[in-house]
């Protein structure tokens, strides 16, 4: 039981990675990771000029069980939209956010998808 969490933890670490490898290639700058609210978590927190962006990372071994986007709950997205309220407000962030969902699933040939605008 143990080394499955482990390997969870592992898996997400290495899909967080990815993401933020991502996502700097991609133009964005990382201003935080894992930012921690009450009992939420945002994975990822970047930004362009004038655009805050959150980041929900699904991290999955295998497509067996669905799309790793797929494991974000009502209540998980909830949480996540608190915690970004509350970095908006710690930083006084006054222009435009995004809430998005990067979905990797590390089969052969790591497949990345990026979600833009995944919560309204």
């Not at 908006?88 to 006054?94: G, K, L, P, S, T």
Request: glycine share 4%; charged share 30%.
């Amino acid at each position: 039981m143990a080394s499955q969490t482990y390997n969870r933890i592992l898996t997400g670490q290495q899909g967080e990675d990815s993401a933020t490898q991502y996502l700097t290639e991609n133009g964005y700058t990382i201003l935080c990771r894992n930012y921690r609210y009450k009992r939420a978590e945002i994975d990822i927190i970047a930004q362009k000029p004038d655009l805050l962006v959150f980041v929900e990372v699904k991290t999955r071994t295998t497509a067996k069980y669905g799309h790793p986007e797929e494991a974000v709950s009502r209540r998980k997205e909830e949480l996540f939209l608190e915690a970004a309220a509350a970095y908006i407000e710690e930083i006084n962030w006054q222009h435009d956010v995004r809430f998005d969902i990067i979905s990797i699933t590390l089969t052969d040939k790591q497949v990345l998808h990026h979600i833009e605008d995944a919560f309204h």
